[in-house]
């Protein structure tokens, strides 16, 4: 962004309301999986900055839609699948709640009158990262609420990302990754390398694969969903509170090593040697904390490595999805294993797997205008 230019997020930018009675605003961001999480977290990356930590993300075609719509003067309201509705003053709304962090991105946009609608294609609570594409995919659409009347603001998906990640972090009131964020901003399949250059600029983006290679790594992964919830909280406060006790320091290096390797395996196609890397990164957070994987994980992961795959818990594990990768013909084979051993349990299954190419997306009415021009100013 050009000095002196801000988009704007405080006093006049109340009138929502009225300026959605023009329409409706929707945007969507996908889902992700993840080799080298937690190492997001500025708590790892600025000790650890010498081993060059990084984290891949592959964002997945399960998207969240936000929906913005006109509501009762000064109030707003959230409704999200999986969550009872909520309706608050935004004067008075909670930030500690089931959508807080809703609330408070509507508080910082001074943005009452308003109905925010979030569908996600991806199961609540699955570990995905849902929650951090919702609050990305709200933070665009209420800027571009800001902008109507304003086409000369220019918004950059890794901003977005950041205002998105800054407010999960103060509503978390413990240190929040960036990887959720980046990867619902800008879609695809990423190295994000966190150089910790500025607090402003903590990371540089690294395009992995592109166009059909990323879309054709889709036959290459399975997805499943455990058919019970994650709760990363308590697994994220554990590894943090070891770390800064100086505890699991050689695991937290190895596991920096074991993302580095896999980001150069993936990009030169090495399938195996990529499975491996998830296979032993999956292997040293179960030695920390065997609660990450429950008995049925277990037994899926036992599966893809007869198969010759590698296969990794989403998120910070604890419940949720888990997903593996191989070559083909192994995915083929191991996608009839794993289906047999997810049918013992209810709510659990396979989930489709494709590669989301795009990030950030309009949707509906707002998207007849096309993108805004990006902002390339803050090298991301």
């Not at 609540?124 to 929650?131: A, E």
């Not at 977005?160 to 964020?181: K, L, N, R, S, W």
């Not at 983006?205 to 790594?217: D, K, T, W």
Request: charged share 25%.
């Amino acid at each position: 962004m050009r000095a002196g230019r801000r988009i704007p997020v405080g006093p006049g930018a109340r009138d929502f309301r009225s300026r959605l009675e023009e329409g409706p605003v929707c945007f969507s961001a996908p889902c992700r999986v993840d080799v080298g999480g937690t190492l997001d977290i500025r708590t790892f990356f600025y000790p650890l900055r010498a081993l060059s930590p990084c984290t891949v993300n592959l964002a997945l075609d399960l998207r969240t839609t936000v929906r913005l719509e006109p509501y009762a003067a000064g109030r707003v309201k959230v409704s999200s699948r999986g969550f009872p509705a909520a309706d608050f003053a935004l004067a008075r709304a909670p930030f500690r709640h089931p959508l807080g962090l809703c609330f408070a991105l509507a508080a910082l946009f001074e943005a009452g009158g308003v109905h925010i609608r979030i569908h996600s294609a991806s199961p609540p609570r699955s570990g995905l990262g849902g929650s951090s594409a919702a609050a990305v995919a709200l933070v665009r659409a209420l800027l571009e609420v800001e902008r109507r009347g304003r086409r000369d603001v220019r918004l950059h998906p890794g901003r977005v990302a950041q205002i998105a990640q800054a407010a999960e972090e103060a509503v978390a009131g413990v240190p929040c990754g960036f990887q959720d964020q980046l990867a619902a901003a800008f879609g695809g399949i990423h190295c994000w390398e966190w150089s910790a250059l500025t607090p402003e600029r903590p990371f540089r983006r690294r395009v992995l694969l592109r166009g059909e290679r990323a879309r054709g790594l889709a036959s290459c992964l399975l997805l499943a969903y455990l058919g019970v919830p994650h709760v990363s909280a308590d697994v994220n406060g554990r590894w943090i509170r070891e770390f800064l006790a100086g505890g699991r320091r050689a695991a937290w290096r190895e596991i920096a090593a074991l993302s580095r390797g896999f980001a150069a395996a993936l990009e030169r196609g090495d399938l195996e040697r990529a499975a491996e890397a998830i296979h032993r990164e999956t292997a040293i957070r179960r030695r920390m904390t065997p609660e990450v994987v429950d008995a049925l994980g277990g037994r899926l992961i036992a599966a893809a490595r007869r198969r010759g795959c590698g296969a990794r818990f989403s998120g910070a594990g604890a419940g949720g999805c888990l997903w593996a990768l191989g070559p083909p013909a192994a995915i083929a084979a191991l996608r009839g294993d794993w289906a047999e051993l997810l049918a013992r349990r209810p709510g659990a299954g396979l989930l489709p797997v494709g590669i989301a190419l795009r990030g950030l997306r309009a949707e509906g009415e707002n998207a007849r205008g096309g993108p805004p021009r990006a902002d390339f100013s803050l090298g991301i």
